[in-house]
């Protein structure tokens, strides 16, 4: 069974301060991992996939198979980063194995 | 860029109701998906469709159906509507075989 825990609800964070949004997964096989985000009013949107290892928005995130997460990273966070976060696994069927969200406020 | 539209955006029924939910999208995707996004449960799959006539349960089919008569349109179906039902449905498409999904902008569904 594949499985995405996102352990916080909340991040609140002062424009220009580091954020990181945790996920952790569980999956027997090779998974590929996804970012999805959900600004407000706006429909869900791949934000990035471990697999083209780029940044967008400032933001990167790589796989660490050993500790099995997929750890979200901004080194300064904007105000206009204010929005839900989805961590997500595709296993070997095409599924989408979303984690529970997190959302994160960056405050001014 | 890939446009997938959903029916309506808000959408309220009563309890008992057969409810229809539609989505049509552009990308000639194989793979179709129906979730239910519910605040701190986050997004539950509901069914998806690899192909026309296909359908496969996801992880929380009960008390829903689907149909695909055509590659572009991917119907939900509440047979009869409970109060439980009432959440924010999301559909998503893509290529067979890959990713990403993309998603439509969502109907909010309330059952009185």
């Known amino acids: 069974a594949q499985r995405v825990t996102q352990p916080e609800k909340l991040l609140s964070v002062f424009k220009g301060a580091p954020v990181e949004l945790k996920c952790n997964y569980s999956y027997s096989g090779s998974p590929e991992l996804f970012w999805y985000v959900q600004y407000s009013r706006q429909r869900l949107q791949l934000l990035l996939r471990?697999?083209s290892r780029e940044s967008i928005k400032g933001f990167t995130a790589d796989l660490n198979k050993g500790e099995t997460s997929f750890h979200l990273k901004k080194p300064f966070a904007q105000e206009e980063d204010s929005a839900m976060y989805y961590c997500a696994l595709s296993g070997a069927n095409s599924k989408l194995t979303f984690g529970k969200g997190i959302t994160l406020s960056v405050r001014p | 860029d890939v446009k997938v539209t959903q029916s309506s955006r808000y959408l309220v029924k009563r309890t008992g109701e057969k409810v229809f939910l539609e989505c049509v999208q552009d990308?000639?995707?194989?793979?179709m998906f129906w979730y239910r996004q519910d605040p701190g449960l986050g997004l539950r799959l509901i069914y998806f469709?690899?192909?026309?006539?296909?359908?496969e349960k996801g992880d929380i089919p009960e008390g829903y159906s689907v149909s695909r008569e055509k590659k572009e349109r991917f119907s939900l179906i509440l047979e009869s509507a409970s109060t439980n039902q009432t959440s924010m449905y999301l559909c998503a498409s893509s290529w067979a075989g890959g990713q990403p999904q993309h998603f439509g902008d969502g109907t909010r569904l309330s059952i009185l």
């Open positions: 471990h697999i």
């Open positions: 469709s690899y192909d026309v006539k296909m359908k």
């Open positions: 990308m000639d995707h194989e793979n």
